[in-house]
């Protein structure tokens, strides 16, 4: 998503009020970058956190132009007493605090950090368009150009991690079926060690897998494009991100299938897919599984 949430709600009326918007936006984004990396050092992803950093010091970097400037036309820094009203949330992490960080990457983390910058293009057009005052359009318009070149270097970070990521040994090619199979093993494979009533849950979940691999094996919805790259171990051989993958696979076909019928049946089997995401979670939040060996097994250490 690259427009924004929701519009500004009144005009920028003084100097003091665009500086403090700035100021709230930037420490937004690091405050959520922040968030991200320290969730990535948590989960022993040293990778992605570098990465965050990356992102933390880029924005710190872009606060303190804000602070420099402030300081410069008005002597001081941004003041937050002067906001009138929220800025436009323009800072979106997409869900990456709740995803499977095996499914994180540098590509993805820069990709959702460039539609921010978008987003932050956007605000800062339309507060220069509705400004009254041409001192105020020209320090947002100012803004924006500076978005824009914010945006330029994101752009050139995430061809670097597409690129980086395309040049890694390939990981194996599997479609659809192939990891609806992948699942319903590692289903029964959970229920054989679970107890309770988890083991007849876990048994019909992975019933309702293979049946889904045999549906979409007679009658195909075609190639996610989230498959193109291969699959690594790391999230086919483990329950948390493969379940993940497997319901971003159906909603994504969903959204980009052309017939109404084939969206239909993706949407259809998204549910089945959340279904068995959704127990998965309930299991890895539940205290008695709180085991590394279980953790382990799941590939996940944090109950996402």
């Keep these: 998503m ?30 959520g970058y922040s968030e991200l990396a320290s969730l990535m050092r948590r989960e022993n992803r040293p990778d992605m956190e570098a990465v965050f950093e990356r992102l933390i010091a880029e924005e710190n970097q872009h606060l303190g132009n804000v602070v420099r400037w402030s300081e410069n036309v008005r002597n001081k820094k941004p003041d937050v007493t002067h906001l009138r ?3 436009a949330d323009t800072f979106d992490d997409e869900g990456a605090r709740s995803i499977a960080p095996a499914l994180l990457t540098a590509y993805r983390a820069f990709s959702m950090a460039a539609r921010n910058e978008e987003r932050a293009f956007l605000f800062w057009t339309y507060v220069a368009a509705n400004a009254d005052q041409p001192p105020i359009q020209e320090a947002a318009e100012r803004m924006a150009r500076e978005e824009l070149g ?20 390939s990981a194996p090619a599997l479609d659809i079926p192939d990891l609806e199979l992948k699942l319903a093993g590692l289903l029964t494979e959970a229920a054989a060690r679970a107890s309770g009533s988890d083991v007849p849950t876990l048994e019909k979940l992975a019933a309702e897998a293979r049946e889904r691999s045999s549906t979409v094996a007679q009658a195909p919805l075609g190639k996610s494009p989230l498959l193109r790259d291969g699959v690594p171990p790391e999230v086919s051989g483990h329950l948390a ?20 019928d084939s969206r239909n049946r993706a949407q259809l089997l ?5 279904r068995s995401r959704s127990y998965i979670r309930s299991m890895l939040n539940s205290p008695k599984n709180r085991t590394a060996e279980f953790q382990h097994e799941t590939g996940n250490r944090r109950g996402l």
């Excluded at 998204?270 to 959340?274: D, H, L, N, S, V």
């Design 150 to 169: 914010h945006l330029t270097t994101l752009r050139r970070e995430r061809r670097r991690a597409f690129h980086e990521q395309r040049a890694q040994p």
């Design 270 to 274: 998204a549910a089945g897919a959340i």
């Design 2 to 31: 690259t427009l924004l949430k929701s519009e500004p709600f009144a005009a920028v009326t003084s100097m003091d009020e665009l500086l403090a918007i700035a100021s709230t936006m930037e420490q937004e984004a690091i405050d």
């Design 241 to 260: 991100p493969l379940s993940e993958l497997l319901l971003d696979c159906y909603l994504d076909l969903g959204e980009r299938l052309v017939d109404q």
């Design 85 to 87: 009203w929220d800025p």
